[in-house]
Every structure is written in structure tokens, then in C-alpha cells.
């Protein structure tokens, strides 16, 4: 339907009881749009090779420094909202990278985090839109 936006996770009990599903807004479809875009790898989407971005690719690449990183995953997300994201006119998107230490078993850690912000305008409204997400790299992880 036309208009329509529906959250993620989509509630399958809902779709076999013929219920409604829960609508969201067009900005929170888009933001969920970006994270799938994001964290999905080239040729998962069976129904479109093109679907996704070289993110899973990279994340164990640690010979990469922190500006190839940087570009690789701007490059890569700018990519797929311009191929998948039609409702969004890209503004800007950029990519900043910090080190976050954390314990796990009283070992200290440490792993890259990747921010993505994005500034755009929704078409159909021409108002703008705002996204700001974070992952970490080394083994992936969504946040």
C-alpha cells in the first residue's frame, strides 16, 4: 500500500492471524532501510546481488588503515542508498572512526567503531532527515 511504512521486525504471527501489522513513520522505514543496507553483505539478498554493502567484506581486513576504512565504507553506503534508498535525496554521509576498549573475561579489548551520519531531505516531503548509527568492525556487531 501506497504511502505505507511497516517496522521491522516484521511480526509473522500477525501476518498467519490476517491482523494489521504495526506502520511506522517514513523516516523511521528509511532509517531501518539504511541499517539492513549496512549490515547485509552482497549476494545474502537472493532477490538482488546488488542488495547490501562491502562492510562484512572489510571487517576482518586489519592491514586496511583508518582513511582506506573510512572511504571504503562512505563509498560503499553512498552506493546502496542511491541504488536502494529512492525515497532520500543524499546531502551528506560521512564516516568517522573511533577505538572503544571494553572488558570481556578480564581481558582488555579493543574494537574500531563506525559511525555513519547522514543528512538528507525525503522527497516526498522535501523535509529533512537525519541519521546517525554506529557499528563495530572487527568482528562486526550492530548497535
Known sequence: ???SFYKLPIDFTAVMQKRELE???IEHSIAQ???LLATTTFGECKFDDSYGSRIWEI???SLMNESVLKETIS????????LHEGRIKL???RVELTEE?????EVNRAKKRVDIVIEATVKSTNRSFNFNGYF????LSYK
Open 1 to 3: 500500500m501506497k504511502g
Open 23 to 25: 506502520k511506522t513513520s
Open 33 to 35: 532501510q539504511i541499517i
Open 59 to 61: 571487517d576482518f581486513d
Open 75 to 82: 563509498k560503499t553506503m553512498k552506493q546502496s542508498l542511491q
Open 91 to 93: 546531502n551528506e554521509l
Open 101 to 105: 576498549c571494553y572488558v570481556f573475561e
Open 136 to 139: 563495530f568492525v572487527s568482528p
